[in-house]
C-alpha cells in the first residue's frame, strides 16, 4: 500500500540519496508492504495515518503506555530519506521523542504540583472572612430568600482556589478538611445569631401591629362619605393619602405647609442664618418622634398657602414621618417671618411633653 511521508530532503543529501522532485508539495509517496514491518511499526503508522493516508501530519501522545494518536496536527513523522530504512529510523525517532516529551512534561507537572501545594498551603493557613444572609419565615425558620426578618453572619473560610484540583492528593485532602470546618464554623455561626434573628422577627411583629392600630385610627378620621366611596372603590390612593396628610399636619400643627413636590433639582443647605435655624428649631420642636426634618434648596417650588409676602419660597424644609403605614412627606417655608406663629405653634409640642 502507498503511504505519504514528509521526507527531509536536506538530510537525504547529506546521506547521498537522491530525492525525486515531484513538485512543490512535501508529500512523498512510499510503497509500504505491512508484513514486512513489525508490529510496533504497524501501530504507530495506524495511529498517525489519516483518511488520505498521510503519515505526515499527526504525532504521538505523550503517553508510553500506549501508541495513540494527538488530537491536534504538527509534528507529525518526517523520513530522513525516501525509503523503508528511512521510514523505520522515522519511526523510531518519533518513539523516541514521545518519551523524551513524556519525561520532560512529568518533570514539569512534579514542579507545577509542587508550586500548587503552596498555593494551596496558603490558602489555608490564611483564610479570609466571608458572609452570609440568614432569613426567617414568620415561623422562625430558615429561608433562601423573602425572609421575614434577616441578619448576616461572618465566618472563615480559605479562598477558593483553582489550582486545588491540580495539587497533591495529600494538599487536596488538607483543603477539602479545611472547607469542611468553615462550613461547621458556617453552620454554628447561623446558631448563635437565631436567638437575635427571633427577637429582630418579633420586634418587626409589634412594629406591623402598631402601625395598623395607628393606620385603623387615623382612617377612621376620615369623613364617613370618603371611606364609604373608598369602600366601593371610587376614591384613589392619592385622595386618601392626601386626606390623611392633612390630619397628620393637623396634629403636629403645621399650618403652612405643601406636598413635597418632584422638583427639576433639589439639594440639602448647608448654611442657614441665625433666624432659619432658629425656625428649623421649631419645626423639628413641633415634629413627631421619628420625623426627619432637613433643610432643602429647590427650584420651581409652588407657592405657599397663606404665605407671607416676599418670603424666598426656593428654600425649605422637607418633613418626613409615618403615620401607621403612610408615609407623610411635605415642605414647610424657611420663612423667617413665620417665626410669629402662623406656619405653626408650640401647643402640640408642650400637651405631648406635658
Known amino acids: 500500500m502507498k503511504l ?5 530532503r536536506a538530510e537525504s543529501l547529506r546521506r547521498g540519496i537522491d530525492m525525486p522532485y515531484d513538485g512543490p508539495t512535501d508529500r512523498f509517496a512510499l510503497s509500504v508492504t505491512p508484513e514486512n514491518l513489525t508490529g510496533i511499526e ?3 503508522l495506524a495511529a498517525i495515518m489519516d483518511d488520505s493516508l498521510d503519515c505526515s501530519r499527526y504525532a504521538l501522545e505523550d503517553d508510553p503506555s500506549s501508541i495513540k494518536r494527538r488530537e491536534f496536527v504538527g509534528d507529525g513523522m518526517v523520513l530522513p ?13 518519533m518513539l523516541i521523542n514521545r518519551d523524551k516529551r513524556a519525561v520532560m512534561n512529568d518533570d514539569a507537572r512534579k514542579e507545577r504540583r509542587i508550586l500548587w501545594d503552596g498555593y494551596v498551603e496558603e490558602a489555608i493557613a490564611n483564610p479570609h472572612e466571608d458572609s452570609m444572609r440568614v432569613e426567617i419565615d414568620r415561623d422562625g425558620v430558615l ?3 423573602g425572609g421575614y426578618a434577616s441578619t448576616t453572619v461572618t465566618y472563615s473560610i ?6 486545588v484540583d ?3 492528593d495529600e494538599m487536596r485532602n488538607k483543603y477539602a478538611v479545611a472547607v469542611a470546618a468553615s462550613e461547621q464554623a458556617r453552620e454554628a455561626a447561623i446558631v448563635v445569631a437565631m436567638p437575635a434573628l427571633l427577637d429582630i422577627r418579633d420586634k418587626r411583629r409589634v412594629r406591623e401591629v402598631t402601625a395598623d392600630a395607628a393606620q385603623a385610627a387615623i382612617y377612621a378620621r376620615l369623613p ?9 372603590g371610587f376614591a384613589t390612593e392619592d385622595e386618601i393619602h392626601m386626606l390623611i396628610q392633612r390630619i397628620a399636619c393637623s396634629d403636629v400643627d403645621y399650618r403652612i405647609w405643601q406636598p413635597w413636590g418632584e422638583w427639576d433639582e433639589s439639594s440639602e443647605l448647608d448654611s442657614l442664618s441665625d433666624a432659619e435655624y432658629a425656625l428649623l428649631c421649631r419645626y423639628k420642636q413641633v415634629a413627631p ?3 426627619e426634618v432637613t433643610p432643602y434648596l429647590v427650584q420651581n417650588a409652588e407657592p405657599f398657602p397663606d404665605s407671607a409676602g416676599g418670603n424666598d419660597r426656593k428654600r425649605v424644609c422637607l418633613v418626613t414621618w409615618t403615620v401607621g403605614h403612610t408615609v407623610i412627606r411635605i415642605a414647610v417655608p424657611m420663612d423667617v417671618s413665620l417665626l410669629d406663629d402662623r406656619a405653626l405653634t408650640n401647643t402640640g409640642a408642650e400637651e405631648r411633653n406635658a
Do not use: K
Open 4 to 8: 505519504f511521508f514528509r521526507v527531509d
Open 42 to 44: 504497524r501501530e504507530v
Open 81 to 93: 530519506q525516501p525509503d523503508l530504512d528511512g521510514l523505520r529510523e522515522a519511526i523510531t525517532n
Open 143 to 145: 429561608v433562601a430568600r
Open 158 to 163: 480559605p479562598g477558593p482556589l483553582e489550582c
Open 166 to 168: 491540580n495539587a497533591s
Open 224 to 232: 364617613q362619605a370618603v371611606r364609604d366611596r373608598d369602600a366601593a
Open 289 to 291: 418622634a421619628n420625623a
